[in-house]
Nanobody, 125 residues
Framework: QVQLVESGGALVQAGGSLSLSCAAS????????MAWFRQAPGKEREFVAH????????HYADSVQGRFTISRDNDKNTVVLQMNSLKPEDTAVYYC??????????????????WGQGTQVTVSS
């Protein structure tokens, strides 16, 4: 089992940057694929970014491709989402998620086994 705690959410102006961090506790962090999802008020939770156990294979939602970067440090049990060129439509609660089965359906939030509590990102225009 793994516990996830996100941090780094803040209020930022459009065009700015923000780095979210997810700290994992528990055993075998490197055995999990990791992802970031987000949920805006009144909307469903949506996929943002995913990386495999090593961090060498990554996937992004079209809406963030080229602006966001996911990375992980298995020695420090952390996964980071670097967000650049932020837009007001990026405003949401961002969640870190862990997948122990390495699902091919990495965009499907129901496939993930563990979730953090979320961190709020607000982008002002």
């Amino acid at each position: 089992q793994v516990q996830l705690v996100e941090s780094g959410g803040a209020l930022v102006q459009a065009g700015g940057s923000l780095s979210l961090s997810c700290a994992a506790s528990g055993r075998l962090f490197s055995s999990y694929a990791m992802a970031w999802f987000r949920q805006a008020p009144g909307k469903e939770r949506e996929f943002v970014a995913h990386c495999n156990w090593s961090g060498h294979r990554t996937h992004y939602a079209d809406s963030v491709q080229g602006r966001f970067t996911i990375s992980r440090d298995n020695d420090k049990n952390t996964v980071v989402l670097q967000m650049n060129s932020l837009k007001p439509e990026d405003t949401a609660v961002y969640y870190c998620a862990a997948d122990q089965t390495w699902t091919m359906s990495y965009m499907d939030h129901s496939k993930y086994d563990y979730w953090g509590q979320g961190t709020q990102v607000t982008v002002s225009s």
